[in-house]
C-alpha cells in the first residue's frame, strides 16, 4: 500500500497493482486501462531483446531513469495496444517496502 496505489499478491512471482488515477500515468478510460509491469534484474537485456526483434512498438528509443535514480524503465504497447512496462527499482527510501516484497520471493 503506497497510498495511491495498492499492490496485491496474486501468486508466487506476480502481483496486481491498483492505481489511482489521480496519481497514476493513466487517466479513467473504457478502452486498454490496463498496465502490464515486469520487475526484473536484466532490463539492459530485456530491452537490446525487444529492440533488436521488434517484438512490440518502444514508447521511446531509450531506457528511461526515474527521479533521483529510483528506478529504470522502458514501456511499450502490445499488439492490442496494451501498456507494457519493463521496471528495474534500486534502493532509495521510496523503494524499501517495495524492494523487501520483492526479494521475498
Known amino acids: 500500500d503506497q497510498g495511491w496505489a495498492k499492490v496485491l499478491k ?3 512471482t506476480g502481483f496486481l497493482g491498483l492505481v489511482d488515477q489521480q496519481k497514476g500515468m493513466h487517466s479513467f478510460t473504457e478502452d486498454k486501462a490496463v498496465t502490464v509491469a515486469f520487475f526484473l534484474e536484466d532490463l539492459d537485456g ?3 531483446y525487444v529492440k533488436e526483434n521488434k517484438v512490440f512498438e518502444l514508447r521511446s528509443d ?4 526515474g527521479p533521483e535514480g529510483k528506478y529504470r524503465e522502458f514501456v511499450g504497447y502490445d ?3 496494451y501498456y507494457i512496462e519493463f521496471d528495474r527499482f534500486y534502493g532509495h527510501e521510496d523503494n524499501t517496502l517495495l524492494l523487501k516484497y ?3 520471493n
Do not use: K, M, N, R
Open 10 to 12: 496474486v501468486s508466487d
Open 46 to 48: 530485456w530491452y537490446a
Open 62 to 65: 531509450s531506457i528511461g531513469t
Open 79 to 81: 499488439p492490442e495496444g
Open 102 to 104: 520483492l526479494q521475498a
